[in-house]
């Protein structure tokens, strides 16, 4: 029996690491940062220009359309619901959330904020009218926003987490923060500070910090024990310093990769069991041992890389509109 156990995971783990990653569109100017896969045959993506895309047929066609408005808007994360209705946001200048239910023909305005200094930075939903947005820090304390029976309510400043000065979050892939249930949150921060934020305290983060281009980036979720969270320095793109870490007792003790990502990362997703995908500028990483080992698949940059929430398809959306798949 242990024979074929150790078979069968010899060849799932190198069925996992002979994946390739594959692009699927590169039609646009825009980096996409926002990506959202409803099944496994609906794509949406957002990204600068003001450019919103949809796919129906998993990546074979697709739809762009610049929001009308936004022509400058850095729409840096989406969340789609069906192949009609997603949420966008709008970083800054103002910062502004918008929806659509009819497929992206039209958007509506949910929030805007013209505060001096207001940067949305990421959402995360539970149900289409339930979700939360966090933004850089105002006056010491990050931003937060909850979404409740279609209206977005900013937290009191009282009720804002605290963060350090150079402390903030970041707004590369909309994965700083995830939904542990429908009422908890965890989220991380990077700079001259990485942090955990979860049941109100601060964990600090065993990664590369101490610069503003440093700290965590992105976090992805198994159980409400389990996490992983990336980053390291996007202004060192090869660097492996610092970039990983793990953690299966909720942030009170790390474990560390005997052989990391490949680089600085900037969103990491679950994909069930043991199995893990991590993507940055320069390429895409996969492992299936928790994160003891990362095995390189592809050299191509991506901001993002998503799996589908009701199917097992994964893509990953980048620089210069550029949009992939993970074939097996």
Avoid at 9 to 23: C, E, G, L
Avoid at 78 to 89: Q, S, V
Wanted: aromatic share 8%; proline share 3%; hydrophobic share 35%.
């Amino acid at each position: 029996m242990i024979k074929i156990y150790l078979s069968l995971s010899v060849f799932f783990t190198t069925s996992i690491h002979a994946q390739q990653v594959t692009i699927i569109s590169s039609e646009v100017k825009s980096s996409f940062r926002g990506l959202s896969v409803v099944d496994d045959k609906t794509i949406w993506v957002s990204g600068s220009n003001g450019i919103v895309g949809k796919s129906s047929d998993s990546g074979k066609t697709w739809k762009y359309a610049t929001v009308k408005g936004h022509e400058k808007t850095d729409f840096r994360d989406i969340e789609a619901f069906d192949e009609n209705t997603a949420i966008i946001m709008g970083i800054d200048c103002p910062a502004r959330i918008l929806k659509t239910s009819n497929g992206g023909e039209t958007w509506t305005t949910m929030f805007e904020d013209t505060t001096k200094g207001m940067f949305l930075d990421a959402m995360e939903f539970h149900t289409e009218q339930s979700g939360v947005v966090i933004g850089d820090p105002i006056e010491g304390k990050g931003f937060i926003a909850k979404l409740t029976d279609h209206t977005w309510k900013p937290n009191a400043i009282e009720r804002r987490p605290p963060l350090d000065s150079g402390e903030a979050f970041f707004a590369s892939s909309g994965t700083n923060i995830r939904m542990l249930d429908k009422h908890n949150m965890v989220a991380i921060t990077g700079g001259l500070h990485a942090n955990l934020l979860i049941d109100n305290r601060k964990i600090k983060l065993p990664l590369l910090q101490g610069k503003e281009s440093t700290g965590a980036n992105s976090i992805a979720v198994k159980d409400a024990n389990t996490f992983m969270i990336v980053g390291g320095d996007f202004m060192q793109k090869d660097s492996t310093a610092g970039n990983y870490c793990f953690t299966k007792d909720k942030g009170k003790t790390w474990i560390a990769s005997l052989q990391p990502p490949s680089g600085y990362r900037s969103c990491v997703e679950y994909l069930g069991a043991s199995n893990w995908i991590t993507c940055g500028l320069n390429g895409v990483d996969i492992t299936s041992d928790n994160g003891l080992h990362f095995k390189s698949i592809s050299n191509t940059g991506f901001h993002v890389c998503r799996k589908s929430k009701k199917g097992n398809a994964v893509y990953f959306a980048g620089n210069g509109g550029r949009v992939a798949k993970l074939i097996p």
